[in-house]
Every structure is written in structure tokens, then in C-alpha cells.
């Protein structure tokens, strides 16, 4: 069971600094989560660490794909407006 | 250590004056300061008027993370074609960062001041901001050290910025009431949960007054950027002003909302109204009676080099300072030297007293001019200029009232590359758009002006002049006044016509 990280990310370190089990690494294009050490943070904290920072919608994804910040769920920007911007995507 | 409250000093009643009317014989916004202040910030590009003439600043960009979002601002910082905060083209390292530095300082001995800014906010990426710190200050003495934040891990690092003898700290702080906190932040993250609304903005709210607090106890100085956003916080920023000059900020910035389509920002896509520069200046001028007021940033991005107003980051990219050898010992000789000679011109700036307008009558309306002007004189070609400085003229002198940009910040979709995002004003041309910036004004002084633009802008109701190329700003400024006020066109009288 572990996260993982899509092409939307912005590579900003963010996450890096809060993950409790420094399974975030630097790579190309963006950063990457090492699947055997993340742990979704269970036992550590509520909520996982990378996803609660991420500023990024759609940048953090589960095993089954999909969006722990789907679009708008950051912003707050109408799905209409991300469509209309080219912004928008239904699943990773 | 409790800083003095700025206008309970004797100065305060001349401060008010100054800032209603104009005033002639004030240098700049630190004239009134209390001494020991002033003789902190006076050499600041970043808080001194005259000083940034002269002196540069660099940022480094060491700080991606960030723990807040702000509805003006996208963490998408790679196009190398804006200029704005959070922007920037090259992430570096403490140590890539220390290279740059004694580089620039080195190649830029007038480089005094440098910042850590972004792209993300500094104390969010505590390891990487103060080891920076740590080195420069053991490596580069004499540079001065600054950093800004959005306040919300403030206190916890009071200390260690105090440790770092870092004596400058901006704190961004748009809002003092949730409820308008909730419109400018959707999500703050917080003891390891990413808080939304009214509560996120209610914990930074406290963090930053806090924060400030505590500096300001500590006799580090603390200047408060807010960003004016029109039917959000314009008319609160009145009330914020009042709050962060008790607490003791000692300058209070008020810049313009960025908000374009283009960016990606909530703002920009909500089309959400920037501010006009009647509007910036009508709220400064409505704060600058509480505190010392900030009219000449530029909102440099978070890895700017060089004076206020240009950058020179593209000398100094990672492939090029990697082949730089530096003698920062050799260099500091170097530097101090210009320095000395730099000090030198401003302490006689300082002893001269700017232009007053003896002899045009009293009740002469004052009159707005826009300068395309370059180290104190008016030296660029009207189609060259990439900002204008905008004094005002009046019976009681001229004074600098702000900068306006001619080039927005973007290049367009072309230099962004998010082909499917819509390019706003694209169908505008740039002459058109220079001459909308300049709104408001009666005169452009540069030193040259092509046909085209003469005419259109004569058109606009505003007279270009070039006669004035290489001269003093702020005598250029009063000689043209004196020309107007001849006529006796500033007269209530003569001026019926114009206001029925």
C-alpha cells in the first residue's frame, strides 16, 4: 500500500520535508515515492503527509488512481472554469 | 526591545502633512523614521527610495516548499518570461546558492542585500533558508541578510533568525478579520492537516501577529507587504495598516494584485479586478497618515539580481558561476571602496534640499507626471522604457508617488506554454497599453519621443516632452510644473471647464 506521485507535480519539496517515513525522493521529471517505505501514514498521522501539503491538485495519487486533490478541491476554482482552461481531468 | 511608534514621535505631524499634500523637502518615506532605524534601512534598496538608485539586491531560491495557498499565486514558478514573486527559473541548493552569491557580489559590488523570498515561503523550508544563512554570514560579512514570509511558522523561528543577525524580516499580511482571510487563502497546512476556510485563515492570522510581535520585541526590524485586492481587502488594509504600525512594523508596502488568466491563479482565472494605480495610490496615500508607506517596489521575482527594476539573473545561471572563480577577500576591498563612494554621493543627495515651487500661487492643483527615468534622471526614450516613475507636482514640491510597468510581467502563451490558456489583451497593442498605463498623468518626460507616439500621446491628454534628457528628475519635474503653471492653467479657475 503506498502513493504515488503523477506528472502534475511542480517538484517543489514540500512534501519531502513532511513525510515521516522520507520515502520522497528527488528524481526526473518530478519527484517519486518509494512504495516500500510510504505507509499512507497510517500510524503516524491522520491524514497522509504529502497529500495535506500538496499544493497541487492531482499530483498525489492512491493505488487505485485516484486523486487524493482532485481538481478544484484546492482552488476552489469551478470545474467549469478548469475545463475551460484545459485544467481539468477525470481520473490519473 | 519596543520599537517607537512611528507617528507618536515629533515627526508625526509632519509625516501626516507630507503624506495629504506633498512634500518637498522630505528625502523619502524613512525621513520619519526615528534615527536609529533610519540609519539601519536608509542604504536598503528594498526600503529606501534613494538608496535603491544605487544599491542592488540579489534573492536566492532556496525555498520551493510552501505551507499555505494564496488565491494570487501558482506553484508553477519555471517561465523565465515573468517577473513577479513566486517566480523563478533555477531551484538552488545552500551551497549552489553561496556560489551565486559571492558571484554576484563579486561581478555587482553594489549587490549589499541579500534575500531569501521564495519561490515558496522561506520558514517552510527552515533546513534550506538557514544554512544558507549560516554560510554567507561566515563567508560574506559584508552583505546584509533579509527574509520574508507569509508568517505562519513565524514564531517557532524567532530565534534562530535572531541567531543569523538577520535585522530585516518582511511579513506578507493581506488581513487581520477571518472572514476576509477566507476570500484571499483556501487552505493553510497546519500540525500535520491541511485546514480550509475561516479556521486556516483565523491560525495564520494569529501566527502573523504573533510573529511580528515577537520580532519587533526583539528589535528586529519588520516591514508588512500587503497585496491590494479591489472588493477583498481594500478598504480592511486601512485597519491592517493601523495594526502593524502599534505593533511596531516600521514600513508598510501595499503592492498591486497580479491577477492574469495566464498565470493559472485563482485570481487570474476568476478574473478577479487588479487594482488601478489611482486606486493603489488613493489606499497608500490613506495609510502613509498611520506609517511610513512603501511606493517603489517593484515585486521582484524570488531569484531577481541586481538593482530594483532590472535583472541581471541571466549572468548569473548555474553553468556560469560554475566556471566563476572568486577572491571574496579581493572582492570585499573592491566592494567597500564602492561602497564608501556610493555613501558618499547619497549623504550629499541628502543635505540638498529638493526643488520647492517658490513663486506659483497657493491653490494650484497639482499635476501628475509620468518619468522615463534611470539612476535619478530622466535618461530613456519613451519606447524603451520599461516602467515609468510617476511624481507629483505641487505648490509644496514634487514628490515620487510610484513605478508603473510598461510590459506586464508575460510574454505572452508563446513563452508560457500552456497553449490552451487564454492570452487576455493580446489584442491590445504595447503602445496602446503604454499610454493606458500612464492614465491620470498630464506629462511624459523622456528623452526622446517618436511620431507615432507624440501624437497618440497628445491625443490621450498627455504632453509628451523631451527637453529635459539627462536632467535631475525632481527639477525636471518642477521646471515643466513652473512651464504649466505660467499659463495659468492650474489655477481653480481656469480649470471650469475641465471639471464641468
Redesign the interface.
Known amino acids: 500500500m503506498a502513493l504515488q506521485i503523477t506528472e502534475s507535480c511542480?517538484?517543489?519539496?514540500?512534501c519531502?520535508?513532511?513525510c515521516p517515513n522520507d520515502a520522497i525522493y528527488e528524481d526526473k521529471p518530478h519527484f517519486l515515492i518509494d512504495d516500500a517505505k510510504c505507509t499512507e501514514c497510517l500510524g503516524d498521522?491522520?491524514?497522509a503527509?504529502c497529500a495535506?501539503?500538496c499544493?497541487?491538485e492531482m499530483a498525489i495519487v492512491n493505488e487505485l488512481g485516484e486523486f487524493l486533490n482532485p481538481p478544484g478541491s484546492?482552488?476552489?476554482?469551478p470545474i467549469e472554469?478548469l475545463k475551460q482552461?484545459?485544467?481539468w481531468k477525470d481520473a490519473a | 526591545m519596543e520599537l517607537p511608534v512611528i507617528s507618536n514621535t515629533a515627526a508625526a505631524a509632519e509625516s501626516g502633512g507630507c503624506a495629504s499634500s506633498g512634500c518637498g523637502t522630505a528625502p523619502d518615506a524613512l525621513s520619519h523614521l526615528p534615527d536609529h532605524i533610519r540609519a539601519k534601512v536608509q542604504d536598503h534598496p528594498c526600503y529606501s527610495e534613494e538608496a535603491h538608485h544605487y544599491f542592488a539586491r540579489m534573492h536566492v531560491a532556496v525555498a520551493p516548499a510552501c505551507n499555505i495557498q494564496c488565491n494570487y499565486c501558482n506553484r508553477k514558478y519555471d517561465c523565465s518570461n515573468e517577473s513577479r514573486p513566486g517566480v523563478v527559473s533555477e531551484l538552488l541548493t545552500p551551497d549552489q546558492a553561496i556560489k551565486k552569491v559571492l558571484a554576484v557580489a563579486a561581478e555587482i559590488p553594489q549587490m549589499t542585500v541579500l534575500g531569501i523570498a521564495g519561490p515558496g515561503d522561506p520558514l517552510a523550508n527552515p533546513g534550506r533558508t538557514f544554512e544558507t544563512f549560516e554560510q554567507l554570514s561566515a563567508r560574506a560579512p559584508d552583505i546584509k541578510l533579509c527574509v520574508s514570509t507569509n508568517g505562519l511558522t513565524l514564531p517557532q523561528y524567532v530565534d534562530e533568525i535572531a541567531k543569523h543577525n538577520i535585522d530585516h524580516v518582511t511579513i506578507t499580511i493581506n488581513c487581520v478579520d477571518p472572514e476576509v482571510g477566507a476570500k484571499i487563502y483556501p487552505w493553510i497546512f497546519w500540525e500535520n492537516k491541511r485546514i480550509f476556510g475561516i479556521e486556516g485563515a483565523r491560525i495564520l492570522i494569529e501566527q502573523q501577529q504573533k510573529g511580528l510581535q515577537m520580532l519587533t520585541d526583539r528589535g528586529i526590524l519588520v516591514k508588512v507587504n500587503s497585496v491590494l485586492i479591489p472588493g477583498v481587502n481594500d478598504e480592511h488594509l486601512k485597519e491592517v495598516s493601523k495594526i502593524v504600525k502599534a505593533k511596531g512594523a516600521f514600513l508598510h508596502n501595499v503592492m498591486p494584485l497580479i491577477a492574469e488568466a495566464e498565470h493559472g491563479t485563482y485570481y487570474g482565472i476568476m478574473e478577479q479586478p487588479e487594482p488601478t494605480p489611482e486606486m493603489l495610490q488613493d489606499l497608500q496615500d490613506a495609510c502613509a497618515g498611520d506609517m511610513a508607506m512603501m511606493r517603489h517596489c517593484r515585486q521582484c521575482r524570488a531569484d531577481a539580481v541586481g538593482l530594483l527594476g532590472e535583472d541581471r539573473g541571466d549572468e548569473f545561471t548555474l553553468d556560469k558561476i560554475d566556471v566563476m572563480e572568486v577572491d571574496y577577500e579581493a572582492a570585499m576591498v573592491r566592494r567597500k571602496v564602492v561602497h564608501d563612494e556610493i555613501l558618499e554621493k547619497l549623504d550629499a543627495q541628502r543635505g540638498v534640499v529638493k526643488p520647492k515651487a517658490t513663486g506659483i500661487p497657493e491653490g494650484s492643483r497639482p499635476v501628475l507626471m509620468a518619468v522615463a527615468g534611470k539612476n535619478g534622471v530622466v535618461a530613456e526614450h519613451f519606447g524603451h522604457a520599461k516602467e515609468f516613475l510617476i511624481y507629483e507636482a505641487s505648490p509644496e514640491g514634487v514628490r515620487f508617488i510610484s513605478h508603473r510597468k510598461t510590459e506586464l510581467y508575460c510574454g505572452g502563451m508563446d513563452a508560457c506554454g500552456d497553449g490552451d490558456m487564454v492570452d487576455a489583451g493580446a489584442t491590445e497593442s504595447l503602445l496602446d497599453r503604454n499610454i493606458r498605463v500612464l492614465e491620470g498623468c498630464e506629462v511624459v518626460l523622456c528623452s526622446k519621443v517618436g511620431y507615432e507616439p507624440w501624437a497618440k500621446l497628445e491625443a490621450a491628454g498627455i504632453a509628451p516632452n523631451g527637453e529635459h534628457a539627462m536632467e535631475p528628475i525632481e527639477e525636471a519635474v518642477m521646471a515643466v510644473y513652473k512651464e504649466i503653471a505660467a499659463t495659468g492653467k492650474l489655477l481653480p479657475q481656469a480649470d471650469t471647464l475641465k471639471v464641468a
Do not use: E, M, S, Y
Open positions: 511542480v517538484n517543489c519539496w514540500a519531502v520535508d513532511v498521522h491522520a491524514d503527509q495535506a501539503i499544493p497541487i484546492l482552488t476552489g476554482i472554469k482552461f484545459g485544467l
